[in-house]
Structures are given as structure tokens and as C-alpha cells.
């Protein structure tokens, strides 16, 4: 849950609000929240169309093709500071709740996005971190780094 400033700051009125008003206090719990949707061999494939339609729709236009944050938005100069998602160091968890509530400058997408929708994004967002995210080998075992909850790095 977003604390009560973000009634202000994205619009949030009517919401129910987190007790605890520290900035990013329920940010930084999110870091634990693991995408319920996995990837496995026989479902990659249609995750990664579905994400790509719902990238090209809702993100492209600030965080590029390539994620670098340098969309036709930013590029024209209508916002400034797109975050490059290739680059991002946060857990999935804090991912989706930065899309669905929104963080700095990005407003939240809830209302256009439903939550499976966003987890989606997220696998899609992590393919930008590492290339071979959501790929597999013929035993059916992923070959891609996965995220862990403070910081992105690979685990074997």
C-alpha cells in the first residue's frame, strides 16, 4: 500500500494508506514480493508476446525500445529522467509496486493495468537486465540470472 502522500504526489484519493508514513517504507517491502507468473519452456514464448504488446502500449513511449529510457517522450524532450530498465538494480517485487503505484516521476498504472499485466512487464523489464532471462536448456532448466531481493545479481 502506498503511504498518504501519495494522494498529493500521484493522485491517490480514496485509497486505503499503510499506518507507517515513512517515504519508502512499503517500497522497501515490496523487495520480497516474487512474481507469482513463471516462466517455464513451454509458456516463454507467449509471456514474452503478451509482455512485448503491453511494453510497446504502456512504456515505449518513455523507456524506449530498448529500455534505455530514451523513448520518443523523453527523446523530444516532453519528460526528463525515464529510468534505464537495462540498468535497474531492484528485486521484481519492487518493480511491480513501482508500476503499479508508481515512483518518482512515473505515475502509477494500476488503472490501466491489471495486476497479471504487471507481473508480465516485469518478466518482460528483467529481459532488458540480462539477455538470456526466460531462456532454457534441453532439460528444461532456466539459464537466465535471477533477481534477489536487494539487489540484482546471478545465483547458481
Given at each position: 500500500?502506498?503511504?498518504?502522500?501519495?494522494?498529493?504526489?500521484?493522485?491517490?484519493?480514496?485509497?486505503?494508506?499503510?499506518?507507517?508514513?515513512?517515504?519508502?517504507?512499503?517500497?522497501?517491502?515490496?523487495?520480497?514480493?516474487?512474481?507469482?507468473?513463471?516462466?517455464?519452456?513451454?509458456?516463454?514464448?507467449?509471456?514474452?508476446?503478451?509482455?512485448?504488446?503491453?511494453?510497446?502500449?504502456?512504456?515505449?513511449?518513455?523507456?524506449?525500445?530498448?529500455?534505455?529510457?530514451?523513448?520518443?517522450?523523453?527523446?523530444?524532450?516532453?519528460?526528463?529522467?525515464?529510468?534505464?530498465?537495462?540498468?535497474?538494480?531492484?528485486?521484481?517485487?519492487?518493480?511491480?509496486?513501482?508500476?503499479?503505484?508508481?515512483?518518482?516521476?512515473?505515475?502509477?498504472?494500476?488503472?490501466?493495468?491489471?495486476?497479471?499485466?504487471?507481473?508480465?512487464?516485469?518478466?518482460?523489464?528483467?529481459?532488458?537486465?540480462?539477455?538470456?532471462?526466460?531462456?532454457?536448456?534441453?532439460?528444461?532448466l532456466a539459464v537466465g540470472a535471477e533477481v534477489k531481493k536487494d539487489s540484482l545479481s546471478v545465483m547458481k
Amino acid at each position: 500500500l502506498p503511504n498518504a502522500v501519495f494522494a498529493q504526489t500521484h493522485g491517490y484519493f480514496n485509497w486505503d494508506f499503510t499506518a507507517n508514513n515513512e517515504m519508502d517504507y512499503e517500497y522497501l517491502q515490496s523487495a520480497a514480493d516474487k512474481n507469482p507468473y513463471k516462466l517455464t519452456a513451454e509458456n516463454t514464448e507467449e509471456v514474452f508476446a503478451k509482455a512485448k504488446d503491453l511494453y510497446t502500449a504502456n512504456c515505449l513511449h518513455c523507456h524506449g525500445e530498448k529500455g534505455d529510457g530514451n523513448g520518443p517522450m523523453v527523446t523530444a524532450g516532453s519528460y526528463v529522467g525515464a529510468a534505464n530498465l537495462g540498468g535497474l538494480t531492484i528485486a521484481e517485487g519492487q518493480m511491480f509496486y513501482s508500476i503499479y503505484y508508481g515512483r518518482n516521476a512515473m505515475g502509477g498504472h494500476s488503472s490501466m493495468l491489471n495486476k497479471k499485466e504487471i507481473w508480465t512487464l516485469v518478466h518482460y523489464i528483467r529481459k532488458f537486465q540480462d539477455p538470456a532471462y526466460g531462456t532454457f536448456d534441453a532439460n528444461g532448466l532456466a539459464v537466465g540470472a535471477e533477481v534477489k531481493k536487494d539487489s540484482l545479481s546471478v545465483m547458481k
